[in-house]
């Protein structure tokens, strides 16, 4: 129930810094033309969902996250993640991220919270960006 908590407060705060940083974004193109598919955004706000796995154990990945890019490749970011199924824990990560194109690769430090204790660790993954 804590970490329920916790989840939704990083999501709330989150939430509530959304409408300034996407006022902050405006700004940050001067033509349509540079707010093609493929130009970046220097605060991006995302969901993601995946597969997660730890020591022979499966479970599914539902988190938050809020990057900051640093040009065209580069970012550094934060995250809350929940895992499901034979991993029951919650992840806060503090990422760095290169990207190539849509594809983004991350790796950094966390802390994995479950009910019985709290251990420090490195999230790394690669994922795809979707624009809804």
Same mark, same amino acid.
């Given at each position: 129930?804590? @970490?329920?908590?916790?989840?939704?407060?990083?999501?709330? *705060?989150?939430?509530?810094?959304?409408?300034?940083?996407?006022?902050?974004?405006?700004?940050?193109?001067? @033509?349509?033309?540079?707010?093609?598919?493929?130009?970046?955004?220097?605060?991006?706000?995302?969901?993601?969902?995946?597969?997660?796995?730890?020591?022979?154990?499966?479970?599914?990945?539902?988190? *938050?996250?809020?990057?900051?890019?640093?040009?065209?490749?580069?970012? *550094?970011?934060?995250?809350?993640?929940?895992?499901?199924?034979?991993?029951?824990?919650?992840?806060?990560?503090?990422?760095?991220?290169?990207?190539?194109?849509?594809?983004?690769?991350?790796?950094?430090?966390?802390?994995?919270?479950?009910?019985?204790?709290?251990?420090?660790?490195?999230?790394?993954?690669?994922?795809?960006?979707?624009? *809804?």
């Amino acid at each position: 129930m804590r @970490n329920l908590k916790r989840f939704t407060i990083m999501a709330l *705060i989150l939430g509530a810094l959304l409408p300034a940083l996407v006022q902050g974004e405006q700004t940050d193109h001067k @033509n349509v033309a540079e707010h093609s598919d493929e130009a970046h955004h220097m605060n991006v706000f995302g969901i993601f969902f995946g597969l997660a796995s730890q020591d022979r154990r499966d479970g599914l990945s539902l988190g *938050i996250e809020y990057e900051r890019r640093f040009g065209e490749w580069f970012g *550094i970011g934060l995250g809350v993640e929940r895992s499901f199924g034979d991993i029951d824990a919650f992840v806060y990560t503090l990422p760095l991220a290169i990207h190539s194109g849509r594809w983004k690769s991350y790796i950094g430090p966390g802390v994995e919270e479950t009910d019985e204790c709290r251990l420090p660790g490195k999230r790394s993954g690669r994922g795809h960006r979707c624009r *809804i």
